[in-house]
């Protein structure tokens, strides 16, 4: 009992010292605990200034954010540098346009129209990205409102260590919005600069509608009074043609330096087609000039090309410049027609004879009067008279022209039907300007002089193009590969018909586009062959049709010289072969195969539609093209068969010789006379067909002796056979045979049989051997019957 109270006593004695000993320690330590007490106030304070640093850092951040925002998003140096040089082209066209009133150059009107197309294009671009700058400053000019209104600052003493960085933040802030303020200021006045000149480039754009459209219902309307009613002096006349001359070419110095600079990339690729056409010449030249057997300069059959052809690629280049725009500015046009002039003089003065020499001088002449006398704008009756007499001098002169260069060499076939539409557009442009139709009369005489130095041009580069391409051919047969089995005579034809394709129709466009033509034509000529057709449920388009037949005419014109690049030669007597060749044979079948693929494709019929002609043409083969289909497929069958090859020798059908194509549907044979035998691919497959140099050119001949019976026999066959032996065209390893065929008192009859290497010699050895057994016999004393 007393021990249990003892145990609960301890208890209680510990709990009360260390009561205690707390009261003891919150005495000592109370002012501490106090000062603690007052701590989370200043903690509250010093994270208060701590939030407002890191937002000036922010909005420190965000002002310079803005900066560069908007130097970014304000800069308009192009539109600035560009925009003037627009105004001023549209007050050109304008001034133009209300100068000279009703008596317009109807290709001036388009070329304006083209122009005005480009402005107002340019100009849309403009408007766009100044409307995306005017609204993002906009949206800046919010933020840097949005960034001063949210800034507050704590109002208590410790505030004040910001406040230097607050008056920077304010000072930048406000510099800033200066900045902006102005860059906004500049890109709304741009703004409404870009939108006048989009107005009047709209207003213009509809004078030059109305002015077309009148032109268009009054084109062959009197806009002047007859030639005879002319009423001005001569003096004034001159003055006021001198002063609208300087006037018209002012205003086109302005727009021929705008369009150049904004189509400066056609003149880009015009170099570097120059350069490549001056490379590839020069090189070729080089290579031909430094080979030890290459022709002599004297031997080279080329009349306009030489080592340097400088005159050459500029001469191509203009040629190919209206092709990138077919609208350029009146004076741009005056001025590129002119540099092809001036190249072709260069070119061709030594070339030519001395007459054809002057009369390209006079067309010279003749292209300086007329641009300057179509350059006035509104030429009063002193100039009307002397355009008069101008085109009806060029009329003669352009008939004199065409009876000169009737079988002349050096000018392509178009030159002369050309030269017969210049006559005919001076006459026509005489009698317009005569009854006071001007602008026709100018418009006709332009394209006269145009057309005619253009055409001569073009068949000069039509001569350029071909020698170039004849030079390549000598240095790929002094280089001794592929091109030197080209038979350059005949590529050339092709060569020339598809360049003469391609002059003829850059001329018409050239031709149409100066007549004001070539807009219309274009897209009547689109409608009329993209516009679909319909032939019951089928619907179709003449461009696919047209297209259809123009890929299998490539395809059928490639596969005619593939051979060339598998050993073909354009040799008919060659004795050189090889059995690799007949490759070309698969490769033609796989041209044609894919260009008539290409071509069904380019037709555009769905297959059902296809799956029907293919049946409609299956009924025809049933029908009628029996053999021609047997002929088909037989020369398939051929290909890969190969029964025999180009260069074979056979017989088939009673004829024999060498083997020089197989084609789709037939093959010919060369005759040991050198007459070209077809055959066609039916009869060559279910025909007999002897092949003699299937495996090897071997062939056993035959001759036939007749000696005196007193020879001795067996020095006969002795010296017949050593004749043979010694013969660098006999097989050795196999000895000939020699028979008696016949026995009488008068003669002994030897029949000869011996192999010989290649059987297209067969004629030759035999008369070779029968050469050295005469003059052997003869030596020995032995007769020959």
Not at 189 to 212: F, P
Not at 240 to 269: D, T
Not at 568 to 596: C, H, P, Q, W, Y
Request: hydrophobic residues 45%; neutral net charge; glycine residues 8%.
């Amino acid at each position: 009992m007393q021990k249990r109270e003892q145990e609960t006593a301890l208890p209680v004695a510990t709990r009360l010292i260390f009561l205690l000993v707390i009261a003891i320690a919150s005495l000592w330590c109370g002012p501490e605990a106090h000062a603690q007490t007052s701590h989370p106030a200043t903690a509250l304070d010093s994270v208060q200034e701590e939030d407002a640093s890191h937002r000036i850092e922010g909005a420190y951040l965000k002002i310079g954010q803005i900066n560069a925002d908007m130097r970014r998003v304000a800069d308009t140096g192009d539109t600035e540098d560009e925009l003037p040089t627009v105004e001023e082209n549209l007050a050109v066209v304008q001034e133009n346009l209300k100068r000279f009133g009703a008596v317009v150059n109807v290709k001036q009107l388009q070329t304006f129209q083209v122009l005005l197309d480009d402005m107002q294009d340019q100009l849309k671009d403009w408007r766009t990205g100044l409307a995306e700058s005017e609204k993002g400053l906009s949206r800046m000019a919010t933020q840097l409102r949005q960034l001063s209104q949210n800034l507050a600052l704590p109002a208590d003493s410790t505030a004040e260590t910001l406040e230097t960085a607050v008056q920077k933040l304010s000072t930048k802030q406000q510099r800033t919005a200066r900045r902006l303020a102005k860059s906004q200021a500049k890109v709304n006045a741009l703004q409404t600069r870009v939108s006048n000149g989009i107005i009047l480039s709209l207003e213009l754009q509809d004078e030059l509608n109305g002015k077309l459209r009148r032109l268009g219902r009054n084109g062959l309307a009197a806009e002047r009074s007859a030639l005879w009613e002319a009423p001005d002096t001569l003096a004034q006349q001159s003055e006021h043609a001198r002063e609208l001359v300087r006037q018209s070419y002012a205003g086109q110095r302005k727009i021929v330096r705008y369009y150049l600079r904004e189509n400066w990339e056609h003149w880009l690729w015009l170099a570097l087609i120059g350069l490549s056409y001056f490379g590839w010449v020069f090189w070729n030249y080089r290579q031909v000039n430094a080979a030890p057997e290459g022709p002599e300069r004297s031997e080279q059959p080329f009349f306009y090309l030489n080592p340097a052809p400088v005159l050459g690629a500029l001469l191509v280049m203009l040629n190919l410049a209206p092709l990138f725009d077919l609208q350029p500015p009146a004076a741009y046009l005056d001025l590129q027609q002119l540099f092809l002039i001036l190249a072709l003089t260069a070119i061709i003065w030594r070339r030519w004879t001395s007459d054809m020499r002057l009369y390209w001088l006079g067309f010279f002449v003749l292209f300086v009067a007329l641009a300057v006398s179509n350059a006035v704008s509104g030429p009063g009756p002193l100039v009307r008279w002397w355009l008069l007499m101008l085109n009806l001098g060029a009329a003669g002169f352009g008939w004199l022209f065409w009876r000169r260069i009737r079988g002349h060499r050096s000018l392509s076939a178009f030159v002369r039907p050309v030269t017969l539409i210049f006559v005919l557009l001076n006459v026509l442009a005489a009698l317009l300007n005569f009854t006071g139709r001007l602008a026709l009369s100018k418009l006709c005489s332009t394209t006269a002089i145009f057309g005619i130095t253009q055409i001569i041009g073009l068949s000069v580069f039509i001569r350029l193009i071909t020698e170039a391409f004849h030079l390549q051919m000598q240095r790929s047969r002094l280089a001794g590969g592929a091109g030197a089995r080209f038979n350059f005579q005949e590529i050339e034809v092709e060569l020339r018909r598809v360049l003469s394709v391609v002059v003829a129709g850059l001329w018409l466009m050239v031709f149409t586009s100066n007549l004001g033509w070539y807009d219309r034509l274009y897209d009547g000529l689109g409608h009329f062959l993209t516009r679909p057709r319909l032939v019951g449920s089928t619907a179709f388009t003449v461009g696919n049709i047209l297209l259809f037949f123009g890929i299998l005419y490539a395809s059928n014109q490639l596969q005619k010289y593939v051979g060339y690049f598998f050993g073909e030669t354009d040799d008919d007597f060659s004795s050189d072969f090889n059995k690799r060749s007949s490759r070309m044979v698969a490769i033609r079948l796989v041209v044609l195969v894919t260009g008539f693929l290409l071509a069904v494709a380019a037709l555009g019929l769905p297959l059902d539609k296809i799956a029907l002609v293919f049946g409609a043409l299956s009924v025809g083969i049933g029908l009628g093209l029996q053999n021609v289909v047997n002929n088909l497929v037989s020369g398939i069958i051929l290909i890969f068969e190969r029964p025999f090859h180009v260069g074979d020798f056979i017989e088939v059908a009673g004829k024999s010789g060498r083997v020089k194509d197989i084609g789709i549907r037939s093959s010919k044979l060369i005759t040991l006379a050198g007459s070209e035998v077809i055959v066609p691919n039916g009869d060559l497959l279910s025909g007999h067909v002897i092949n003699w140099t299937l495996s090897n050119n071997h062939i056993r001949v035959e001759l036939t002796l007749k000696v005196d019976p007193g020879a001795d026999l067996g020095a006969v066959r002795q010296l017949i056979e050593q004749e043979i032996k010694t013969s660098d065209n006999t097989l050795h390893n196999s000895p000939p045979e020699i028979l008696l065929n016949s026995v009488n008192t008068k003669v002994y009859e030897l029949k000869v049989l011996f192999w010989i290497t290649n059987i297209r010699q067969e004629q030759m050895v035999k008369s070779e051997i029968l050469a050295g057994i005469h003059q052997r016999f003869t030596q020995q004393g032995i007769e020959l019957q």
